[in-house]
C-alpha cells in the first residue's frame, strides 16, 4: 500500500492506453484515463453544470465534457475552453504492483 491518504482505485491492467474508469475513491467519483502509460486522475465533475466527464471523447491529454463542450487537461484540470471556466480538481494517481492508487487533492 503506498503512502497516507491513498485509496486503491482500480487495477491497471482493466484499461487498455486510452482507457478510462469511473471509481470510487473516499466519497467521491473520480474519472482515472490512462495515456501513454500513465495514469491521469480528475474529479468526474464539469464544473461548468457539474455534469459527468467520464463519457466525454478524449483528446490528447484533453477530455471533453459531453454536455456542451467544455475541455479540461487530465494533467492539470484547467478549463480550457468555454463554458467552463474554473478547473476540476485533479488527484494525485500512484501505480504500484499493478494496482493503481488515488489521493484525493484538498477541497
Ligand atoms: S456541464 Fe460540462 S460543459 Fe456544461
Do not use: W
Not at 478510462?20 to 474529479?43: A, D, T
Not at 471533453?64 to 476540476?88: N, S, V, W
Amino acid at each position: 500500500m503506498p503512502g497516507p491518504g491513498f485509496e486503491y482505485a482500480c487495477n491497471a491492467d482493466s484499461l487498455p492506453d486510452g482507457g478510462r474508469e469511473v471509481c470510487e475513491v473516499g466519497s467521491e467519483l473520480v474519472l482515472i484515463v490512462r495515456i501513454g502509460g500513465q495514469f491521469f486522475c480528475v474529479s468526474d465533475v464539469c464544473t461548468h453544470d457539474g455534469g459527468p466527464l467520464s463519457d466525454g471523447e478524449l483528446i490528447d491529454h484533453q477530455i471533453e465534457c459531453p454536455r456542451h463542450g467544455a475541455r479540461f487537461d487530465l494533467r492539470t484540470g484547467a478549463a480550457l475552453c468555454m463554458p467552463a471556466t474554473q478547473p476540476t480538481r485533479v488527484h494525485e494517481c500512484l501505480l504500484e504492483a499493478g494496482k493503481v492508487y488515488v489521493r484525493l487533492s484538498a477541497l
